[in-house]
């Protein structure tokens, strides 16, 4: 196989790959990473087909390696996508765990009395459907979870409970780099009660969802950690956590978390903040 194959489908993909993790919020590092092994992948196929053929000119064999390059991408990204590890908390007394995979982007103070918003950028939307009940009228914490195209997209419960509403908001589907994404996207949003506490899960769509699937139905009771739907390709999930005793918010910005792994808050009378 000739070297200068092999490079420039290395080159090739660190490059595209570089393009879409910029553009999907993936690490650079895994960009790289990722091309070097598809792009070492593409060159021995490309290379393989060269030598069969009695050789090509270089150049012309760059569209044959870019549509490899997307072809295995594509397929690695399906593969990952649609994997749903099973899952069991380690911990189920007084705690809240994360709903998502992702990375935390914010952690948001809701002060008492005020509109329950969604926060993207500098911009706030109203969560209406929220707020036309008096379901998290003592809503203390919003935690926005950002799930990238590389995470298991299955959101899961983040306490055990009955789903006391399970609600469907069409909308159109925006980039969420853009502020108003959070009020136009299609969102679901889910209140879950276990008598003592409720949490509110707001499942929020990108541009290139099609639909979130939905596991669970309104009324149904759910075990901690138990799936409830998922969203197709990137997403974020947002969590309403109300004002309990002993709270204490145990993720900050930044922090990666797991669907029904990760503590993202613990409260009750043995927690001490």
């Known amino acids: 196989?000739?070297?200068?194959?092999?490079?420039?489908?290395?080159?090739?993909?660190?490059l595209c790959l570089s393009l879409l993790a910029w553009k999907w919020r993936v690490s650079i590092r895994i960009s790289v990473y990722g091309g070097i092994v598809?792009?070492?992948?593409?060159?021995?196929?490309?290379?393989?087909?060269?030598?069969?053929?009695g050789g090509f000119n270089t150049v012309l064999?760059?569209?044959?390696?870019?549509?490899?390059?997307?072809?295995?991408t594509i397929i690695l990204i399906l593969a990952r996508f649609y994997r749903d590890p099973e899952r069991s908390p380690a911990e189920n007394e007084n705690v809240i765990i994360s709903p998502a995979d992702g990375k935390v982007v914010y952690v948001r103070d809701v002060e008492k009395g005020s509109p329950l918003v969604s926060t993207k950028g500098e911009s706030k939307f109203r969560l209406d459907e929220i707020m036309s009940t008096d379901l998290l009228d003592d809503a203390a914490y919003l935690i926005g979870i950002d799930m990238n195209v590389l995470n298991v997209h299955v959101n899961r419960s983040p306490i055990a409970g009955n789903a006391i509403l399970r609600k469907r908001v069409k909308g159109t589907f925006m980039s969420l780099r853009k502020p108003e994404a959070e009020v136009l996207n299609e969102r679901f949003t889910?209140?879950?009660?276990?008598?003592?506490?409720?949490?509110?899960?707001?499942?929020?769509?990108?541009?290139?969802?099609?639909?979130?699937v939905s596991y669970v139905k309104?009324?149904?009771?759910?075990?901690?950690?138990?799936?409830?739907?998922?969203?197709?390709?990137?997403?974020?999930?947002?969590?309403?956590?109300p004002d309990l005793e002993n709270?204490?918010?145990?993720?900050?910005?930044g922090d990666e978390v797991k669907a029904g792994v990760t503590v993202i808050a613990r409260h009750g009378p043995g927690n001490n903040k």
């Open 1 to 14: 196989m000739r070297i200068e194959i092999f490079v420039s489908s290395i080159l090739l993909a660190i």
């Open 38 to 53: 598809i792009g070492g992948l593409t060159g021995l196929i490309v290379g393989k087909i060269d030598s069969a053929y």
């Open 61 to 72: 064999l760059l569209p044959g390696e870019l549509a490899c390059i997307v072809a295995i």
């Open 190 to 212: 889910t209140i879950i009660s276990n008598g003592s506490v409720r949490v509110g899960v707001i499942q929020i769509a990108s541009r290139l969802v099609r639909s979130i």
């Open 218 to 241: 309104q009324g149904d009771d759910l075990e901690l950690g138990q799936r409830i739907g998922a969203i197709v390709f990137g997403s974020q999930v947002d969590v309403v956590i």
């Open 247 to 253: 709270l204490k918010i145990e993720v900050k910005p």
